[in-house]
């Protein structure tokens, strides 16, 4: 493969360099504790799975996506799991389903474009009910613990090594407000920051990805798409960026078909694949 020549890095966020499932499920822990009852309606039919052509949780949110297990193999996968309990990993599939769903609808074009902190609150207002739980103050806290994400364990060291060498740009489908707390909580710095809701859609519209073509002034293919998810890389290489597959435990993998520029274990060996010391 010709090497390749970039003049930024443009980094996805949910699920790429913080864990999702892993702060979503202290918020359910902190909702109610774990329990081996199933909650009303979680997991069952009409829920929100997409099946092999949906966006999972997370291409939206920031998850699986197009051709994956969808959120119910997210949901099993991504850290602290096993410690969860079955109720709390049910009410987080619950979580998981509404917000794919819905945002799949803002592409779909069946409802307008709501940015993604609203959208934590409608998941966090279907989940607590389910739980039995009344308290709006309670609900709130669950609907913030979106913003409160811990970082994978290579990423600050990791975004530091590239931005050794490269601008960085963070495009997330997170709202402007939602992308601030998840930066501070995690310890993300970048040279710039980008939010959907300036698109006012949600990845993979083409739209998202030009704001980071518009925001660094390069030519999409001068710009290196990093991501955990196949859905997300594919959205960002019809527009022409490059692109770099990081494996996490709740990513979306890609398939036989994909043909993405790099393939990285995590972010250290994506460094010293683009020569970084």
């Known amino acids: 493969m010709a090497e390749l020549k970039i003049d930024a890095v443009v980094f996805d966020v949910l699920g790429t360099l913080v864990d999702e499932p892993a702060g979503l499920r202290a918020g359910l822990r ?3 504790p774990p329990s081996d009852t199933p909650p009303p309606g979680a997991g069952g039919p009409g829920a929100g799975g ?4 949906g966006l ?9 996506a197009p051709g994956t297990a969808g959120a119910a193999g997210r949901a ?10 079955p109720g709390t990993e049910r009410l987080l599939l619950l979580w998981q389903r509404h917000i794919e769903r819905e945002q799949r609808r803002v592409l779909d074009g069946d409802r307008p474009y709501l940015p993604s902190d609203l959208l934590d609150r409608e998941a966090a207002g279907v989940v607590a009910e389910a739980a039995g739980v009344e308290d709006p ?10 913003r409160r994400l811990p970082p994978w364990p290579d990423t600050v060291a990791g975004l ?13 489908n997170a709202s402007r407000t939602a992308l601030l707390q998840l930066n501070a909580h995690a310890g993300l710095r970048w040279h710039q920051a980008l939010s959907a ?3 006012r ?5 083409p739209a998202v990805y030009r704001l980071a073509v518009t925001g660094s002034g390069a030519p999409p293919e001068r710009l290196l798409m990093v991501a955990a998810h196949a859905w997300d890389l594919r959205g960002a290489q019809a527009l022409g960026l490059r692109t770099a597959y990081v494996a996490r435990p709740v990513g979306d993998p890609p398939t036989a078909a994909d043909r993405f520029d790099l393939h990285a274990r995590d972010l250290t060996d994506l460094a010293e694949q683009l020569g970084l010391s």
């Open 201 to 205: 859609t949600y990845k993979p519209d």
């Open 137 to 146: 103050a309670a609900v709130e806290a669950l609907a913030r613990s979106a």
């Open 50 to 53: 997409l099946g092999a052509g």
């Open 160 to 172: 530091a090594r590239i931005g050794g060498g490269f601008p960085l740009i963070g495009l997330s």
């Open 56 to 64: 999972g949780a997370g291409g939206l949110g920031g998850g699986a």
């Open 197 to 199: 809701e300036d698109a």
């Open 76 to 85: 099993g996968k991504a850290d602290g799991a096993e410690s969860a309990g």
């Open 30 to 32: 902190a909702l109610a």
